[in-house]
Every structure is written in structure tokens, then in C-alpha cells.
């Protein structure tokens, strides 16, 4: 049994995620801004705990992660604007990173997505570019943390509903859901030989446990 932080933990990959955890017999807590959201987050057999950490510097995070074995970064602006897409895609992401290693946790799961680099190729007058400079950064300070890092990079995510089964490797072509970003992320939680790589991945026909494999 793992203590899993989730950070964003009211996005849909987070909430799935949360339940596929739990039901394994996982403790969980989850990070949210919204204090709306405590019974949502609560039904999932999460811990809800109320954190805006755009708000919080390392340390009010470091807080919150003290005694977790593993953190799970699912937060992020949702598109909003570039400077608050900086503010938590960017910033908070690197503090929750600091605050990781100041809590003495080791294990730092990103979802970032497919493509995410210094080298994106997303040109400054897409809407998208924030966003893709962000994860580029945060991406890069999670590397050269010394934490056991793995960085999810999903393709363009749906609500369709899970398969189990998914494609590796980068420059697809294609889709994935939510519920499977989950279950990739509840597998590198349980697999140490995922420590130090970014999997790209797309829904396919290789069962995700052989996959991540």
C-alpha cells in the first residue's frame, strides 16, 4: 500500500486516477482549489484536502505532502490565460516540486503530454504556446530534481470511455481517455523501472499493464 498525493486532484484524470487507487487499496489524498468540490473528490475514497497551490509557496505545499510516498501532478490552468496558465502549468508546478523534495518524497509523477519539450515547435501566436512553454519548464526542473520522476505525455485526451489498452512512443497519431491516462499513471506508481522516462502514449492494442512493461 502506497500514500499517494494527488495535486489537481478535481480534473477528470484525477478523479479517475483517485478511484483506481483507492479500490487497490491505496490511501490517497487530493489537492484542490474548490472547496465545492470536497464531496466529489471525497466519493472517489480520496482524502479531500482544500489547497490552492497557485497560491501556496513551496513550503504551505511541502505541508501537505509530508508523510506520501508519491506525488501525482494532474493540476493545470485549463486553458485560461497565458499568464495564469504560467502561474500554475509553470510556476506551481516547479514549487510542488520543491515542495516534494522539502517533504522528503521521492516518487514525482507529471502528466504533461505528447510532444511537451523545449523543442514543442508550437509557435508564439498559438493559443497553446503558454501552455507548451510551461510543461517545456516544468518538465525540465522536474529532470534535474534528483526525484524519481516519470512524465506522462498523453496525446489529445477524450471522455471516451476506457479501453485498457494503449500505443507507445512519441509522434502518434491518435487519441487517448482519461480513464486510461489514469490507469497508465496508477501503473508507474507501481513500477520502479519507470523511474527517469517520459512515456508517450496514444489508446491502442497493447494492455496497458504489458505496455508500460
Not at 484525477?14 to 484542490?32: I, R
Not at 517545456?136 to 534535474?144: E, K, N, T, V
Request: aromatic share 6%; hydrophobic share 40%.
Amino acid at each position: 500500500m502506497a500514500r499517494v498525493a494527488i495535486i489537481g486532484g478535481h480534473g477528470k484524470v484525477a478523479l479517475q486516477l483517485a478511484k483506481d487507487l483507492a479500490s487497490n487499496g491505496h490511501q490517497v489524498t487530493s489537492l484542490f482549489r474548490n472547496p465545492d468540490h470536497v464531496a466529489e473528490v471525497q466519493s472517489t475514497g480520496a482524502a479531500p484536502v482544500v489547497a490552492d497551490v497557485e497560491q501556496l509557496d513551496s513550503g504551505a505545499i511541502a505541508e501537505k505532502l509530508v508523510g506520501h510516498d508519491a506525488v501525482v501532478w494532474s493540476a493545470g490552468a485549463g486553458g485560461g490565460s497565458p499568464e495564469r496558465t504560467y502561474a500554475v502549468d509553470r510556476d506551481a508546478a516547479i514549487r510542488s516540486i520543491d515542495a516534494a523534495k522539502q517533504a522528503g518524497v521521492n516518487r514525482y509523477v507529471m502528466v504533461s503530454y505528447m510532444g511537451a519539450g523545449k523543442d514543442h515547435g508550437v509557435p508564439e501566436d498559438n493559443p497553446f504556446y503558454a501552455y507548451a512553454e510551461s510543461k517545456a519548464a516544468a518538465d525540465d526542473y522536474l529532470r534535474r530534481s534528483g526525484l524519481d520522476w516519470t512524465i506522462l505525455g498523453p496525446s489529445a485526451l477524450t471522455n471516451d470511455p476506457g479501453t485498457g489498452a494503449i500505443s507507445v512512443g512519441p509522434g502518434q497519431d491518435g487519441s487517448v481517455s482519461r480513464t486510461d491516462v489514469a490507469a497508465v499513471a496508477a501503473q508507474v506508481l507501481e513500477r520502479p523501472g519507470t523511474i527517469g522516462q517520459f512515456i508517450e502514449f496514444i489508446n491502442g492494442d497493447t494492455p496497458i499493464r504489458e505496455a508500460i512493461g
